[in-house]
């Protein structure tokens, strides 16, 4: 059965914010920065989450931090994500990132990553309902737009608490809740488990966010209809993928590729006060975008090999030229 988006009678509305699309970027560490949520955004993103940002960054008012906040008026509707163990700083890390007039804050309990977990933060929360319970109570009291929670099924195969997790979500005011199917022992290996998506919507009625494995924009629109929740979070899949977004998809022609790439240099150049300083991201993302493409490992040496932004831009513009002659 070919399932679309255009089956589904309502849009995805989470809180006062109603998005255009059901499907969603979800954060993504050193990628999902401003230029990245803006192209996903014209690729069809109803909404675009940061990548996790440090609550005690914030009230630190460490510059590197502060900068995370960057948005625009294009890409609303834009969700700020947090991390941290200490409900108080998560609160008024909170009020922080209001006062920036975020239209979602949402709160990260999935990062299974060690520095992050070793500080009883991202999927570490789980292992602590209580203080998790803690956490977005200070972050509901201190916030004038929706709050949502990004979660695992649960701690290991024999902890699966995703569903006490969302049930303790909805009942403290949370908006909307996101499940990664899978647990935070599993990290980023095995396959995800979209059951515990479908029996975890049938569990609350706050709307339900599933995650996971998704790489094509048919899978996404599969798993939302098979698994009944109200959108889809697409994070690794998205990464030189904009096109996830789009029912047209991934294009095989070089020069198509080429074009979303300069427009993805463009918004760099717009909004990096210094985009030499993020080369090393920028490269990453770059790469990505030709992966399985005919020659594909020769552009990306070529792409690595480059020293700084200006030599960077002047390569993928000596490509399309090549691909037009």
Partial sequence: MKFSLTNVDDMLSIGNQHLTSRLVLAPLAGYSDLPFRLLCKNFGAGLCVSEMISSHGLVYKQPKTLVMLQSCDEERPV???????????????????????????????????????KRGAGAALMADINVAETIIKEV?????????????????SKNVCGKEFAVMAETN?????????????QGFSGRADWDIVKYIKESVSIPVLGNGDITRYDEAVRRLHESGCDGVLIGRGAIGNPWVFAESGRSDNLNSIIEVVTQHLHLIAK???DPDRGLGSIKNHLGRYFKGYPGCSNLRKEIYEKRDFGSLRSFIQSLCLRSQS
């Fill in 79 to 117: 969700s700020f994500q947090l991390f941290g163990a200490d409900p108080a700083v998560m609160g008024e890390a909170a009020a922080i990132v209001a006062a920036h007039k975020a239209d979602v804050i949402d709160i990260n309990m999935g990062c299974p990553v060690k520095k992050v977990t």
């Fill in 140 to 156: 509901v009291s201190n916030s004038s737009c929706p709050v949502t929670v990004k979660i695992r099924s649960g701690v290991d």
């Fill in 173 to 185: 005011g949370v908006s909307a809740v996101s499940i990664h199917g899978r647990t935070w022992k």
């Fill in 271 to 273: 909004f990096y006060q």
